[in-house]
């Protein structure tokens, strides 16, 4: 198959050029082309000077220092040894000119992912780039955060620096970029000057179509489901730390925060996966920290995991098994071929066969099989955490309209995502977490756009 | 259907081999005897009766033109599957060497009753094996006359491989021997419990010495190596080995060694395979037929002087003679008593 | 066979197999003087050419299909069990103290003789379950440990306070007739052949058809997800080694009662080690595994041939079986490493 076809693409220097597109559009591929890192069968990039290229998921060796990460390979020598302090001072003098400030000399395992974030830009920048492949680079950074770098990577562009950002964030796009090119199914569909579009505009342009409406929110009455008080979490690195606050039946309670801020340490106590402290009753029961994953899904507590690959499916499997996962003994091995034709349906799983091996599937059909199967369990409780991370706008859509639904139908719904947009689209009630702590709380009424992002921030 | 090269090489090299299974004759082409011999988990190179064996099955090699092979057992578990494939492929003699795998014998014996076996060491009561034992008392009553005669200490010491009958013969003709010589030598008599753990040999042989023994006869196949370790830190001291001539190991410091033929065994049944004449279903050797007895002192003269070898001769006499019968049980040493020479 | 299957994993195994057993095989010949052709020739020739050669093929088979079976089911549940030889050792030695030590008659002997051996290879493949389960502790190391252990142990055993009449060495006394596994087509060959092929069947079937193989299957190829999806994954590691373990014990109980009829501390040239090899070409599938299992019986009762026939070190064969195992064990121990 053919991730990228036929491809015109320009970038000049001193502008940001944004590449938008659905999830599998063919955007990474063309940036890992133009970086040289994959090989195009056909065609040809010209690039005068350097390229450079962030990527999405940092590239960093944790166990090393900053100046070790940035010039990892290109290190000043003396002889047969590093000249330490050359390096040191290289990598001052660097982030001083880009006013990028970071310790040379901190462990990046250490670092927050802002300052990580800097680290990976640096060790581009010193490779003085002509030309600057940015691949979904404020992911994991705060709205004041994405602010802030795009400040800097304005200043690079005035510096004579082609850049080109690739992202599915349209507001970004819109606020920050000067060109904006949208890619779908690996070829350009459309290319404007940002000045002249609208974000409605390329939406439209990236799905092909009009963008799907979710499903309407029915009013439901609600009742006391689920009464957190007083938590305290750890999950790995993740820290949670003293929350309090409830889910009703038939609401979906939206948690907004940034990536790394204590997010994972609340999903993983309501899977029975971490331990915890503090006061868990759901439906009028207690809830153990020596509970197992077993006990909470017998309960109807239903974990949707960020992680799909690793933390909700056997990705060597079929269709048909992964279905199962989670429901294996209650549902016994004689209904789970059908259970798989029933998600398959309702969400639209392509291909539709049960017996299609889950690692050959897109994202999104493997999201969809996994929010699928947990909603047709018909749980009391879900928890989703990034269900819609990677996937396109249509399959996030249909996942999002599915949790509308299960609410409507009475479910309590805690959705925990790094994306305020899915939050305000289908959030009841919005609670906004930052170090591990609630900070703040809204009803859907009173959503203050400025407030939560300051709020997410940590500026209380 | 595509056919990546590697594969295609295989798939060759298939079809070369297979059309050639069966090349491999199962009869040698000269249609010579052929005699195959199976060791035990000491394999060869053990300088003891693996090794023994060995050189008497490479002089049927030359002397009787016969063909020959030696298949090594490295665990318990090869002893039956080597000599299985011996009796596959249809060997005219099969040698078991040593008492461990008598029991593997009775059982291949028994599933192969056109094949003829002989086990060394052991007895095997099937019709188609030949069992070839040793008088190792009488070679160990010699021993013991020369340690008692030899001893300074007053005590000398037997260490053995593991506590079985086999070993109780060294045992018991090595203790009748000094005590032929002179009562009140005490015999200090110890077991390693292993014939492979040559650092326990070597504990309990320092053990000993340290009790007061200057001289151990070491009967513990592999295991008495560490012994003669010991010996090489100690002056005065003197071990006497067993089974093939281990006086060169540690020149000096082995008095001698109670050699057994285990070569002349074989030699002789490969004989009678050779000619193709039945072979006896118990073959004994003892001093009479040269198949035990002591080394030529070649390092020790100094110590083993004319007048111990007279009385040797003596003893020896009386063996072959039948004067004097070595006792080979420890219920026969208690009830052994000294003759006048 | 169809294309994509030439493109699978477990069609490149057998490449890699065929390519080191005859690529390797040959230069090894060739360096100890002696033709390729002629070599292999008396391997095979030796593993296939007569009745007899054809039963100690498939004894040989069935000495390396139980452990391998075992091996395959702590596999599949993410649990590198390396002390298949060391289960195997006490399984024997439980089948061949009991069997000798209390003589029951025919139609009792032989059950409980293999139902000791099962339980104590259990009982050893537990063990590292247990310290799995309950500590976390790495079950490679904890395995490879215990083999050493399982030898030390039995050799004391059976030198010291079990000793038994009878015994010559390191061994246990003679099992009773009644105890022995009976022999077919009048050869060395034993039922426990068909006891191994139905095994192999029935593990097949409970890992492939049963809520239990789900599990085990989920915990091994995801254990983070299978977590989550409510399956202990400390029990789940308990029951696989203990089984495991039990398959493996299996196997030894039948060495002791089909060949050795005694327990003999040295009754494994090392099939529990060959044996890993085994499940990896056979792609942890028990019905493939009898298949890879028929290919190294074949080698191992082959290179004695080929050693006394052709005059091949039988070393050959165990320079074979190690890169083998290199090369497969490596590659998933490479795998393992970069999904993580």
Known sequence: MQAVDGVDLELQPGEIHALVGENGAGKSTLAAIAYGAVRSDDGSVEAVGVVGLVHQHFKLIERLRVWENVLLNREPRRGWAIDVDAARERVRALSASYGLAVDPDALVETLPVGIKQRVELLRELDREPSVLLLDEPTASLAPTEIASFFTTVGDLAKRGTAIMVVTHKLAEVIAYSQRVTVMRAGRVVASHLTSETSADEIAREMVGGEVPALAARASVATAPLLEVRGLSARSGTSVLDDATFEVRAGEIVGVAGIEGNGQTALSDALAGVAAFTGELVFAGTLLRASDTPASRLARGIRVIPQDRRHEALVLDWNVRDNVALGRQRTLGLAKYAGAAREVIERFDVRPPNPDAIVAALSGGNQQKIVVGRTLASSPKLVVAYQPTRGIDIGAAALVQSRLIEARNAGAGVLLISFELDEIFATADRVLVIANGKFVGSFDRAGIDRGRIGALMAGNA | ?341 | MTAAFLRTRAFRDIVVVLVLVFGVGSIAMLLAHVSPIVGFGALFDGAWGTKGEIAETLVQTTNLLFPALGIAIAFRAGLFNIGAEGQLVMGGFAAGWLGAQFPLPGYLAVPMVLAAGTLAGGVWGAIPGIMRARFKANEVIATLMLNVVAILLTTYLVTGPLQQGGANGSETGPLPKAAQLTHLFDTQLTWAFVLALVLAFVLRWVLQRTIFGYELRAAGDAPEAAKRAGIDLGRTALIAMSLSGAIAGLGGATIVAGALHRFNTGLSPGYGFIAIAVALVGNLDPLWIVVASVAFGMLQSGGIAMQAEAGVPKEVVSLIIGLVIIALAGRRVVASLRST
């Open chain 2, 1 to 341: 259907m595509p056919c990546w090269p590697p594969l295609r090489a295989v798939l060759l090299a298939l079809a070369v081999v297979s059309t050639c299974v069966g090349c491999a004759g199962k009869q040698s082409a000269s249609g010579a005897i052929r005699i195959g011999m199976v060791t035990d988990v000491g394999g060869l190179g053990d300088r003891s009766f693996n090794d023994s064996a060995y050189a008497g099955l490479v002089r049927a090699k030359t002397d009787l033109h016969v063909d020959t092979t030696v298949l090594q057992s490295r665990s318990a578990a090869d002893y039956q599957i080597n000599m299985t494939v011996l009796a596959n492929k249809e060997y005219d003699e099969i040698f078991a060497i040593g008492f461990l795998m008598a029991r593997d014998v009775t059982e291949v014996a028994e599933r192969y009753p056109q094949r003829h076996f002989s086990i060394i060491d052991a007895v095997v009561d099937q019709p188609n094996v030949t069992s070839v034992t040793f008088k190792e008392e009488e070679g160990s009553f010699l021993a013991g006359a020369l340690a008692a005669m030899t001893t300074k200490t007053k005590t000398i010491a037997f260490l053995g491989g593991i506590d079985i009958p086999l070993l109780r013969k060294f045992e018991a003709g090595y203790a009748a021997g000094a005590r032929q010589i002179d009562p009140s030598v005490k015999v200090l008599v110890k077991y390693v419990g292993s014939f492979e753990d040559v650092a326990s040999g070597k504990e309990l042989a320092g053990v000993q010495f340290s009790e007061g023994a200057d001289i151990i006869y070491v009967a513990a196949g592999k295991a008495g190596l560490g012994a003669i370790d010991q010996v090489k830190e100690r002056n005065g001291a003197f071990i006497i080995g067993v089974d093939s001539d281990q006086d060169a190991i540690a020149p000096g410091k082995i008095l001698t060694s109670m050699v057994k033929r285990v070569d002349i065994g074989v030699f002789r049944v490969s004989g009678q395979a050779a000619a193709r004449k039945p072979r006896p279903a118990h073959l004994t050797l003892g001093l009479k037929e040269g198949g035990v007895g002591l080394t030529d002192f070649r390092y020790t003269k100094s110590v083993v002087t004319p007048a111990k070898l007279a009385v040797l001769a003596k003893l020896r006499a009386a063996i072959i003679g039948g004067t004097l019968v070595a006792p080979s049980t420890r219920e026969e040493l208690a009830s052994f008593k000294r003759i006048p020479l």
